[in-house]
Structure formats: structure tokens, C-alpha cells
């Protein structure tokens, strides 16, 4: 079985289905097609399917013109239907895992997912998940799900491994294609044929680890490194506030230094699938040892305490000029999680803007990336353009993301007062309505 797959990776013969064509999925299947192996991705939402047989691209980080050529050549096509799982040698699974409403993991769609490949998964096929994880979900969860549906048996009949995705949304520099890639695979036999099948696609380099559980715990350890670090770094902006000195400066020079030292910097909270909730997997499953990660447990009280921080302040600014926080106009300055890009999910700007409205500010905002949101089933739709008159009606301007194409000095010239979250507004000069997280 390896040195057949083997041959038919050097051939290019392969057919690869990636199972969810989300931030994930989707890049991974252009890069597939790409280096010109046929694919499928493979997605619940009708939709996303339909667009991508019709060549239109719906994720930032994917060329519209590599989309709309590759289906064109049709190396590149969607479905809903499961059942040609049956053609597909290589399948990466890139489906969402969430938390649930008691901020426990919710592997449901990976399980969904799992049981639909087994009742039409074939001989000599690989199974790759990607989907971030706690560690031991590979090989205690998927594998059993994948042998019973399918009557195979994993190391004989089918190969299995993990190797998280590491896709950073707007990132001009690194994307899917030239990013290393980590491997862990249930025997020696499946590493090679997984590491063998990225290394015919991607740039970057791939590490190979000596298990699944190895591969599902780096990711959720590059993830909770950040987490901690930008943990720390709210606390001390909420210290710092509290002694008078500006934590952009003091961070600033502390970079200064050549070692020892990685700049993180604070905001009014995380976002993004991942920051805000791989730890939450790894202290889940800490418990099942009798094991309470408390540092990390720590950094995810300070992070999700910011909105309601970014909320408390922004009373404060506000009582400066003898104004209730009931009743004000405030003025929301992106909602996406990160700057410059469209997506956005766990996005602390919506809960600030929800910490506002309890306190009965009239709140809305202004996102040249994102035109209206969805939260707890109802919409919410943004300003179409950024005026003088939106600007000055506002008693209150709060940047939560510091989009690059919005014009601060613009922002500054016309507003009442600003609290800027994310030092957006650092270059100016005349400071007398800003006031920095």
C-alpha cells in the first residue's frame, strides 16, 4: 500500500477531497489543484459549493483568479454529496471546532464529518484531519469512528494522521502554500506517505512528530503561547492605565531589546477561531488528569474580561465630559477580529459593542471589510462610509480594529474624543481627544 501511494503522489494521480471549504479548506484545495492534483472539496453549506463550481472566490486569503482557473481546467470542483468520497485517495478534514455554550469542545462536526467519509472510505486512502483539536482526538476519536463505518483497519487498510492547519488570515507574507507544515501519523508507514503527499504541494518545510497526539498538542501549545503573552500584556495596559504610563511606549522600548523578548501588544480582547479557544480544549481535557492548567487558566480571565474592561473605560471617558454612557452615540470602528480582513468570528469588538448597548448606548459602527455581522441570530449592519457628520454625531469614537485603509488623522480632525484600543492612531501628533488602551 505505501510504495502504490508513493508512486501515485510522484505521478500526480492522486485525488485529494478536503472535507470543509472554510478559512481552512479552502485554501488547502487551490494548493492541491495546483500542484495538479484533482480535487474535491467537499462542504454542507450549498452555497459555498455552488460558488466554487462557479469559479467565485468567498476567502481573502485565495487568489480569485487561481479559483475561477483551476475550476475551469476542473482540477478543482465541489459537492455535498459524500458518496465520491469513494474516488478520493487523500482527504484532509477542515471542519470547525468550536466551544460550546459551557465553553467545553464541541468535536460534533469533526464526528459528522468522520462518519459520513467511513461509509464510502476505500482501501489505500490517507485521512488527514486539520481541524485544531484536544490532544487525543485523532486516534480516540476519529479512528474508531472511521474502522467501524468502513470495516477497514487503520495502518492496513488506510493510512491515518493530524497535521494542524496554520492559516493566519491576512497575512501578506505567509499563506497556506509556503508555511511549514507539522505531521503526526499512527505508524511510521502513514508518516511517509502524509509527509510525502504536503511535500509535493506545499513550499514550506514539513516536521514530522511520532504521533497524532504530539502533532494535536503543538498546535494547541502555538496557540496558548500567544494567549498567555497577550494575557499578560492586558493586564499590565489595565496596571499601566491605572499608574499613568502608556503600556504602548513602555512595550515599545522593551523590544528594543535584541533577546529574550517578543513583542505582544493588548487589545479589547481576542478573536479568530483559534487565540480565543485552543486553550480552552487543553485545560477540557487536563481535567480528564486531575490536572488544572492554572496559568493558562489565568491569561484566559484577563482576555475575556477586555470587552467588558474596554466598556468600563469608555464610561469613564465619557463621564469626563459630563455624558452618561445610557443614552450616548457611540461610533464602533471595525469589527473584523484582526486588521484588514473580513472575518469576523469570536471578533471582541461585538462583544464590546454588546457590553455598550446593556449600558444603553446607542451604538453603531463602521467596517470597511465588513458590510453587516450575524450574532445571536439577529443582524446588525454597518455605516456604508465614514462621514464628518457620523464622525461629529458621535459623542464617542472607539477603534477596536486598527484597519489600514481607514483614515485616522480624518478620524481625529472631526471626532469628540477617541479611545483607540489598538494604538491606531499613534502617528498623531495633536492628542487631546485620544485616549490609548
Known amino acids: 500500500m505505501k510504495q502504490n501511494l508513493l508512486n501515485k503522489i510522484s505521478n500526480k494521480e492522486i485525488i485529494v477531497g478536503v472535507v470543509g471549504l472554510g478559512y481552512v479548506g479552502l485554501p488547502l484545495a487551490v494548493e492541491k489543484a495546483k500542484a495538479r ?9 450549498d452555497k459555498k459549493v455552488e460558488m466554487v463550481n462557479c469559479g467565485k472566490n468567498y476567502i481573502g486569503d485565495v487568489v480569485d483568479s487561481d479559483l475561477s482557473v483551476l475550476v475551469e481546467k476542473g482540477l478543482l470542483s465541489a459537492t455535498s454529496d459524500y458518496s465520491f468520497i469513494k474516488d478520493v485517495d487523500f482527504i484532509a478534514i477542515c471542519v470547525p471546532t468550536p466551544l460550546d455554550s459551557h465553553q467545553q469542545p464541541d468535536i460534533s462536526y469533526v464526528e459528522k464529518s468522520a462518519s459520513e467519509i467511513a461509509k464510502y472510505l476505500k482501501k489505500e486512502s490517507m485521512v488527514v484531519l486539520e481541524s ?12 474508531p469512528i472511521l474502522e467501524k463505518g468502513s470495516n477497514l483497519k487503520c495502518g492496513v487498510d488506510f493510512y491515518l494522521g493530524f497535521s494542524p492547519e496554520r492559516v493566519d488570515p491576512g497575512n501578506l507574507i505567509y499563506k497556506t502554500k509556503n508555511t511549514p507544515k507539522v505531521v503526526g501519523a499512527i505508524g511510521e508507514d502513514a508518516m511517509e506517505v502524509i509527509s510525502a503527499m504536503y511535500k509535493a504541494v506545499l513550499e514550506g518545510d514539513v516536521h514530522t512528530v511520532s504521533s497524532p497526539a504530539i502533532a494535536e ?23 499601566c492605565n491605572k499608574m499613568g504610563i502608556n503600556i504602548w511606549e513602555v512595550i515599545d522600548a522593551a523590544k528594543s531589546k535584541p533577546y529574550g523578548f517578543q513583542a505582544f501588544y493588548p487589545g479589547p480582547g481576542l478573536g479568530g477561531h483559534c487565540i480565543p479557544l485552543d486553550p480552552y480544549y487543553l485545560s477540557w481535557k487536563a481535567r480528564e488528569y486531575g490536572f488544572h ?19 468600563e473605560r469608555s464610561s469613564k471617558i465619557l463621564n469626563k465630559f459630563k455624558m452618561a454612557m445610557n443614552g450616548s452615540k457611540i461610533l464602533i470602528l471595525g469589527v473584523a477580529y484582526k486588521q484588514d480582513i473580513d472575518d469576523y468570528r469570536e471578533s471582541p469588538a461585538i462583544l464590546v459593542i454588546e457590553e455598550l448597548e446593556k449600558e444603553g448606548a446607542d451604538v453603531i459602527y463602521y467596517d470597511p471589510f465588513v458590510s453587516e455581522y450575524r450574532e445571536h441570530g439577529t443582524v446588525k449592519k454597518g455605516e456604508p462610509e465614514l462621514t464628518v457628520e457620523l464622525i461629529e454625531n458621535s459623542d464617542l469614537v472607539i477603534i477596536t480594529t486598527a484597519h489600514t485603509n481607514v483614515d485616522y488623522d480624518f478620524v481625529q480632525k472631526h471626532a469628540k474624543v477617541i479611545f483607540d484600543t489598538k494604538n491606531a492612531m499613534k502617528h498623531i501628533q495633536a492628542r487631546e481627544n485620544i485616549e490609548v488602551l
Not at 484533482?38 to 453549506?45: A, C, E, N, S
Not at 485544531?132 to 479512528?143: F, S
Not at 498538542?217 to 496596571?239: D, Q
Not at 492548567?293 to 466598556?311: H, K, L, Q
Open 37 to 45: 492534483f484533482k480535487t474535491i472539496g467537499f462542504d454542507v453549506q
Open 132 to 143: 485544531t483539536t484536544y490532544p487525543g482526538t485523532t486516534e480516540e476519536v476519529l479512528k
Open 217 to 239: 498538542m503543538e498546535k494547541i501549545l502555538e496557540n496558548t503561547y500567544r494567549n498567555i503573552n497577550i494575557g499578560l500584556v492586558n493586564e499590565l495596559a489595565i496596571l
Open 293 to 311: 492548567t492554572s496559568m493558562i487558566e489565568s491569561s484566559m480571565m484577563v482576555n475575556d474580561r477586555m470587552p467588558e474592561y474596554c466598556a
